[in-house]
């Protein structure tokens, strides 16, 4: 029962949590709020305490994290640049890893090499979803963000690969070589790939199957959405390659592979909101873990700093500055290098790193917070070596990467509302203009489809459909798809009708939905009614509000 009770008010506090953030008379980050009200519940005064499995914490919150992100992705962003995200998420994470791994090694004399570089594996990747808790969603340059996105992404896997290693190396299962290590990080990386697509597309066939054998049972299809993030992690695990790039490659793969697409109207409409309220759960765990270690994390680490001749306790929070200093001029230095390389030698197709301003610079940098992924990986981090000794300095790995955690989420408040003051941010004009050209492609194919359609019915004798009321009937939806094809000429006014008419409608349906209540409240229609009908105008309401 404690463990029940301990998770239910976990769920509670994480939802609870962004009611928080919006009643303050202040404006304070939700993660940082998550890690706040998780370090209160720990102090003696509510004594809440989480006990876990590390290998167990990394099966749990890596694979539906990575996985959601991986759906996510801006697929032609991602495309796009991907010269930029790769140099991000693969080349700065060697130089992390390699770079801030050894001066580690220097600044903190009790960490052994290996893992300092465990160390900075698991401070090496960023945390988009983090950024976007910080300066809300839409403030930073499209043209930034999804660079940012995609090497969130990317350099999850990435860091995570590397911790690994280190890991490895530290427990004695694995001996370093550079040319080993290569051939490895290849084999498990192409291999944890090849492993999300291959559980993704048989979650595909499997729905198709249960859709023909079962009919559409849109609870089922979501459940096992659910699982795939962890059935493609485990089976990657089980053959000997990347579970993290499994779970990526399955979440990339779900809406890219035509699976969504061919599943059933039920299941897409709820899968979106399903991950969406997962996603936010499992952030929010992450943090609100965060807050519960670390008054602990703090009491340990300090008394384990006393007890250490090696370590001085004032030392250990300035070299959390130190290495956050570090991480943060490794950024900044090699974007201004990329920038530079690609004004120097590739004038045919330069990178988006080209047009950049210094403060455009400034604002990718200090937006590589650190965040949930960081947590979760330092975490994992097993307790003992198979030897039964304790893990070298782990209590020290756990200490700075929660330290920089928090100290990135800070200098993030601080630093970049005034980086994007008068930052022009035309995205939303664009993205406007993006979707009317779509909106009026799609109505021209489908003025051009009822034509045809009405062409066949009116030769069709069987159907036996009176002439006028085919005419009358097509005519109208043409006439309400030509008014859309036709809103691309004008913009302005388009919105300004699209915005009144979708004023009109929500009145309508929220009248229509309180009549509906009236009738039950008067027993002239039952429960079962009610709902159906409800269901009807929640769909066409979503639809209307989603469109804002």
Excluded: C
């Excluded at 999300?196 to 849109?218: A, I, N, Q, T």
């Excluded at 790995?397 to 022009?424: D, K, N, R, T, Y």
């Excluded at 406007?432 to 009116?458: G, N, P, W």
């Excluded at 302005?492 to 929500?506: A, T, V």
Aim: net charge neutral; charged share 20%.
């Amino acid at each position: 029962m404690e463990i029940f009770f301990t998770i239910l008010i976990m769920t509670l506090v994480v939802s609870l949590s962004g009611v928080f953030t919006r009643v303050l008379p202040f404006q304070i980050p939700l993660p940082l709020m998550q890690i706040a009200i998780g370090a209160l519940l720990a102090f003696p005064t509510f004594g809440l305490h989480v006990e876990f499995d590390p290998e167990l914490f990394l099966v749990l919150f890596i694979p539906p994290l990575l996985f959601a992100d991986g759906w996510k992705t801006p697929t032609r962003e991602f495309l796009e640049h991907g010269r930029e995200i790769f140099g991000l998420a693969l080349a700065l994470v060697v130089i992390t890893v390699v770079g801030i791994g050894f001066l580690i090694y220097w600044l903190v004399p009790g960490i052994p090499l290996v893992p300092a570089f465990a160390l900075a594996a698991v401070l090496s990747p960023t945390d988009a979803v983090a950024l976007s808790g910080i300066v809300g969603e839409g403030r930073i340059p499209k043209k930034i963000m999804g660079i940012l996105q995609g090497e969130a992404l990317m350099n999850d896997a990435s860091g995570l690969v590397s911790l690994k290693f280190a890991v490895a190396v530290a427990m004695g299962t694995m001996v370093f070589t550079v040319g080993g290590a290569t051939v490895e990080f290849m084999k498990v990386a192409i291999g944890g790939l090849l492993a999300g697509f291959v559980v993704s597309w048989l979650y595909g066939r499997s729905l198709r199957f249960l859709s023909r054998w079962g009919g559409d049972e849109p609870a089922t299809q979501i459940v096992l959405l659910f699982l795939l993030p962890f059935a493609s992690y485990l089976i990657a695990e089980h053959i000997g390659v990347s579970g993290i790039l499994a779970a990526v490659a399955a979440g990339m793969t779900i809406t890219r592979s035509g699976v969504m697409r061919t599943a059933p109207l039920a299941m897409r409409l709820r899968a979106n909101s399903t991950w969406a309220m997962l996603e936010f759960v499992f952030n929010g765990m992450v943090f609100l873990l965060l807050g519960l270690q670390l008054p602990g994390i703090l009491e340990s680490s300090l008394a384990a700093a006393e007890a250490d001749p090696n370590v001085e306790t004032w030392m250990l929070f300035t070299d959390i500055v130190l290495i956050y200093g570090a991480l943060m001029l490794v950024r900044f230095g090699w974007l201004w290098t990329m920038k530079r390389f690609s004004l120097r030698f590739l004038h045919k197709k330069p990178m988006q790193f080209a047009s950049w301003s210094d403060r455009e610079l400034l604002i990718a940098t200090f937006a590589g917070v650190r965040g949930a992924i960081t947590l979760a990986g330092v975490l994992s981090i097993p307790l003992l070596l198979p030897g039964g000794d304790v893990f070298p300095a782990r209590y020290e790995l756990v200490f700075l990467s929660a330290g920089v955690i928090l100290f990135s989420l800070f200098v993030g408040v601080i630093a970049l509302p005034p980086l994007l003051q008068h930052i022009e941010v035309r995205d939303h004009a664009q993205q406007y203009k993006e979707e009317r050209m779509a909106r009026a492609a799609t109505a021209d194919v489908a003025i051009v489809t009822i034509q045809k359609m009405e062409e066949r019915l009116a030769a069709d004798i069987e159907e036996n459909i009176d002439n006028q009321l085919l005419t009358e009937v097509s005519s109208r939806v043409i006439g309400n798809l030509r008014r859309r094809a036709d809103g691309r000429n004008n913009i302005e006014s388009s919105l300004q009708e699209e915005n009144l008419e979708r004023r009109f409608r929500l009145a309508a349906l929220r009248s229509e939905r309180a009549e509906l209540y009236h009738l039950r409240a008067t027993r002239q229609i039952s429960n079962e009614t009610l709902q159906k009908l409800l269901h009807d105008l929640d769909l066409l309401e979503a639809l209307l509000l989603e469109r804002k």
